[in-house]
């Protein structure tokens, strides 16, 4: 029997786990996480076609359309090649037929074209004297790169949203208009790539993420333009692994979002709330996820978080119950109950970003009083701080001026790992008062009730209703949305209100594992 130079016994070191990510936004996938991929792909497609092996089909194709490495497809060559033995006994035949007639790709780069060309050919020519298919004509193979050109209308990629000052490039520089988003006609764009006879079965890959603007001071994630562009190409089953950004915020990501969730085409979603348990050494606000989706499923998803070496059961959740995506599932019950008790929310007397029209970094106060001076609170290098404005200074929401506050930075990190803090400690700003961007603020009468306010945000509860729709380090105002407004009466305990919302012994316990306490006291700091 014949047989090709293709090595299917793994290498160790594993090559595509050693080398560098471009940068956090164009991270090379690990070859594990692919394998992990393709497992889900794997049950899903035997269970849609009566137990059937798609490794054993020499029809179904396969499209990688931001192909970097080369990983996904290929872990998908290894996989067919064993599949269709029986169906196609010589290796040269199969192989050969596996590179032409089943796997594509599309490269974001011109060096990951070459990077992908040599994981799949094993050379960076797909008709080159190393290369394990013997049949190309070209040098590229199914693996297509051509430079590609932003479309500018108002400083802006029609398509992508980068911005022309920071992108628009000379020829020796990358442009990083991704083809495969910068179309509108996306099925005539992939006849022009690879004929008019390709229709792809699954598309799968780990899409760039974000693309900066505004001469780098904002970031503009792009990913989920991967997925709609990909959906519109009606594969029967889309894999991919993105930010989790989408699933309770991101920077124009609304949208999106709404779309995801209510799209009960999504059979799979396992979702990694670090991202350093799947990309070690990258850090990924958020963590990230992979979904499945498929063409001829209507259906819940079966959802799965694993952090570390805890795996959480998987189970069927209906994406849409709520408007963002509460990734813990015990959180999911507890959140219900909050609910059912159809009590105002705190955002009622919470404010907006901006509240005084402020940014973070306004500068036009001064730090000692005059008469009728209002006192400014602002933050500077993680820290508190107090000065003063004058009162004719103060233009927007003027009506707020003379209540009482409690204040509450509207970042914090401190990492991911748990139990988690959620949020920086709140102070007490009596009136009047006035604050920049750096922080929200709740209203209130006076001293009394701001201090029971206070004692509300130091329980875990309240900070454990923020975690589910908090994200990354940002606390918006959405994010306290589900968070019940009390009467300003008294001091609260986690005690009274586990009680007041019947929360179980289990519930109160995974509470207790996921959030840490919160030391008492009027200040801001940690």
């Known amino acids: 029997m014949s047989q090709a130079p293709l090595q299917l016994q793994p290498h160790n070191p594993d090559v595509l786990m050693c080398i560098a990510n471009l940068s956090n936004d164009e991270v090379f996938t690990p070859p594990e996480l692919v394998n992990q991929m393709l497992d889900t792909l794997e049950v899903a497609w035997a269970e849609a076609n009566d137990g059937a092996s798609i490794w054993e089909n020499k029809d179904v194709t396969f499209l990688d359309p931001c192909t970097k490495s080369g990983v996904f497809l290929r872990e998908i060559v290894k996989r067919l ?84 000052s920071a992108y628009s490039r000379n020829q020796e520089l990358e442009t990083y208009a991704y083809r495969f988003i910068h179309s509108n006609q996306p099925k005539s764009m992939i006849k022009e790539m690879f004929g008019d006879d390709v229709h792809f079965d699954v598309i799968i890959g780990n899409p760039p993420y974000q693309l900066g603007s505004d001469g780098g001071t904002r970031d503009v994630p792009i990913y989920q333009k991967f997925v709609e562009q990909a959906k519109s190409l009606e594969p029967r089953f889309l894999t991919m692994v993105v930010p989790a950004r989408w699933m309770a915020g991101g920077l124009g990501l609304n949208e999106f979002r709404e779309a995801m969730l209510e799209d009960r085409r999504i059979s799979e979603l396992v979702d990694f709330p670090q991202a350093k348990d799947v990309f070690p050494g990258v850090e990924i606000k958020g963590g990230v996820c992979y979904f499945l989706w498929q063409r001829d499923y209507l259906g819940d998803a079966r959802f799965k978080s694993i952090r570390g070496n805890v795996i959480s059961e998987s189970s069927l959740r209906d994406l849409s119950e709520f408007d963002v995506l509460v990734r813990d599932e015990i959180g ?24 005084f029209g402020w940014t973070s970094n306004f500068e036009d106060f001064h730090s000692k009083p005059s008469r009728g001076d209002i006192p400014l609170h602002y933050g500077r290098h993680g820290k508190h701080l107090v000065a003063y404005v004058r009162d004719n200074q103060i233009t927007k929401s003027r009506h707020l001026i003379n209540t009482w506050k409690v204040m509450i930075s509207q970042a914090y990190g401190a990492g991911e790992s748990i139990p988690h803090q959620i949020l920086g400690r709140p102070f007490i700003a009596e009136a009047p008062s006035v604050c920049t961007q750096t922080y929200l603020f709740f209203s209130v009468a006076n ?15 309240f900070r454990f209703l923020v975690s589910l729709r908090k994200i990354t380090q ?52 940690d």
């Open 81 to 164: 090649t064993i599949g269709l033995q029986s169906r196609i006994p010589d290796l040269t035949e199969r192989v050969n037929h596996i590179l032409t007639k089943q796997v594509f790709g599309i490269a974001i780069t011109e060096l990951t074209s070459l990077l992908a060309r040599r994981s799949l050919y094993c050379s960076k020519f797909a008709n080159g004297l190393h290369s394990v298919a013997r049949v190309f004509r070209t040098e590229e193979g199914n693996v297509w790169y051509e430079r590609t050109e932003h479309s500018w209308a108002r400083g802006v990629c029609q398509f992508c949203g980068a911005s022309q």
């Open 474 to 525: 940002h606390a918006t105002r959405s994010t306290y949305l589900w968070v019940p407004k009390q009467s300003w009466s008294k001091t609260w305990t986690d005690r009274d209100l586990y009680k007041k919302y019947g929360l179980s012994g289990d519930e109160i316990a995974h509470i207790d594992s996921v959030i840490r306490p919160m030391a008492v006291g009027n200040d801001q700091a």
């Open 447 to 461: 001293n009394e009730e701001a201090e029971s306010l206070s004692s509300y945000i130091h329980t875990k509860l």
């Open 332 to 355: 999911v019950r507890i959140l219900r109950k909050i609910l059912a008790k159809k009590e105002d929310s705190i955002t009622e007397i919470l404010s907006v970003d901006k509240e």
